[in-house]
Every structure is written in C-alpha cells, then in structure tokens.
C-alpha cells in the first residue's frame, strides 16, 4: 500500500523560504513522475513541479519558476519541494503526488496520479 505524507508547511512573510518533504512509503521509483500540486481555496488543484526519477528531467509551473526547486532522494524515499521569494499567491495546500504520467507534456495534469498524500498548508503574508 503506497502511503505518502507531506511535512514542512508554515507560515512565513513575504520573501521568506520554506522546505516541504514528501515521505513516501509501499512506492516503487519507475519512469513514473513525482510531483508537487497545490491547491488554494476557491480554485481548482495546479502542478507546481515534477521530477522523473529515472531521467532527472524536472518541470515547473511557470509562477515559481526561478524560485522553487523539485528533488527526490530515491534512497530514502523522499521528494522534496525547496521554496524560496515566497509570494502571498503561493499560499495554498500542498499535495505530493506519485505514480504519474510518464510523458513531460502531461505532467500537470492531477487526475493522471494515482497516489497523493494529505497535503502541508503553506501561508504567505505580506
């Protein structure tokens, strides 16, 4: 049974850094993606970034290109999600997300990931 469980969400001020970890347990690392999504209240869930743990290769949301950073730990089943410049717009649910699309064109897109975890608020004030 695959179990995946985010921590590492707070609250920080505007400008400010935070480190979400995603501790995945029962998930076998393939070509399947890994990803961060987020979602924030009254709006639908958005990609923020994936990682494929066979070719390295990463993609991002465009709103926290240059800021954010996606990694994974393969040994020691971990992905990993560095924040940095936080805006207030980043405010919102994280979700680690595994078991996704092989092909990097598809990668935001949520319905085709098959496990999330229970998602870490983040909150960014001004």
């Known amino acids: 049974q695959v179990q995946l469980v985010e921590s590492g969400g707070g609250s920080v001020q505007a400008g400010g850094s935070l480190r979400l970890s995603c501790a995945a347990s029962?998930?076998?690392?393939?070509?399947?993606?890994m990803a961060w999504f987020r979602q924030a209240p009254g709006k639908e869930r958005e990609g923020v970034a994936a990682v494929w743990a066979g070719s390295g290769d990463t993609r991002y949301a465009d709103s926290v290109k240059g800021r954010f950073t996606i990694s994974q730990d393969s040994a020691k089943n971990m992905l990993y999600l560095q924040m940095n410049s936080l805006k207030p717009e980043d405010t919102a649910m994280y979700y680690c997300a595994a078991g996704g699309p092989w092909g990097i064109s598809s990668w935001a897109v949520a319905a085709l990931y098959s496990y999330w975890g229970q998602g870490t608020q983040v909150t960014v004030s001004s």
């Open positions: 029962g998930y076998a690392y393939s070509s399947e993606s």
